[in-house]
């Protein structure tokens, strides 16, 4: 079983409309979660950070965390064309001083 | 302008040429990590360095070696090339890892091994 894990996709949204994007890690011991975006070709960028239960909104960019279900998720409002990137969740671990990177997903915006 | 440097951009080279990639980051980053990047893979870790002269093994060492002798570079070492390293890598700099610690990345180095 991977560490993290995220659906492939595509996820195709309509532009206007709310993205959802889901992350489930398997170890317990985990202590941050981030969200990248990754446009193609392009170095990862990070969106958001959570490590605490419940929702962290930033802009159109919400973040929710639910560590007793092992799961965070990222929710995009009034998805724009220019929100059609890959997203990676990551977790990191301060006893073991790393980040692990989901495989990404990747969404697309149709206008 | 805070960055992390990664050169060369692109890269073709030959089956057993030894090679390496720099990277540098101007953060006073004690962390540095290096990932390599496949279709379906995502990101997996190479090699890490918690500080000068300390480094480890992330998931995928094997064929690779690094060094960490000043705190700004950290370079990655292809002794001997293999087509299977063929692969898109990054470098990456943080602060020591804690809640809110934010991985800066290189612009990515696109290395073709034929």
């Known amino acids: 079983q991977k560490e993290v894990e995220q659906n492939s996709g595509p996820l195709s949204v309509p532009e206007g409309a709310i993205a959802s994007l889901n992350c489930t890690y398997s170890?317990?011991?985990?202590?941050?979660f981030f969200w990248y975006r990754q446009y193609s070709g392009k170095s990862p960028e990070l969106i958001m950070f959570?490590?605490?239960?419940g929702d962290k909104e930033d802009g159109r960019f919400t973040a929710q965390l639910n560590k007793a279900s092992q799961y965070v998720s990222l929710l995009i409002r009034d998805s724009q064309p220019s929100d059609s990137a890959t997203y990676l969740c990551?977790?990191?671990?301060?006893?073991?001083?790393?980040?692990?990177f989901g495989s990404g997903t990747r969404l697309s915006i149709r206008p | 302008e805070a960055q992390v440097t990664q050169n060369p951009r692109y890269l073709i080279t030959v089956t057993g040429k030894k090679l390496t990639v720099t990277c540098s980051q101007n953060?006073?980053?004690?962390?540095m990590s290096w990932y390599r990047q496949d279709p379906g893979l995502g990101l997996r870790q190479i090699y890490y360095?918690?500080?000068?002269?300390?480094?480890d093994k992330g998931d995928v060492p094997e064929g690779y070696k690094v060094s960490r002798k000043e705190k700004r570079n950290f370079p990655l070492i292809l002794e001997s090339p293999s087509p299977n390293q063929t692969s898109l890598y990054f470098c990456?700099?943080?602060?020591?890892?804690?809640?809110?610690?934010?991985?800066?990345f290189g612009q990515g180095t696109r290395l073709t091994v034929v």
């Open positions: 990551a977790v990191s671990y301060s006893s073991a001083s790393k980040i692990i």
């Open positions: 959570i490590y605490s239960n």
């Open positions: 953060m006073n980053h004690e962390y």
């Open positions: 170890d317990r011991g985990s202590q941050s």
């Open positions: 990456a700099s943080s602060p020591p890892v804690g809640p809110n610690t934010e991985a800066f």
């Open positions: 360095s918690m500080n000068v002269e300390v480094t």
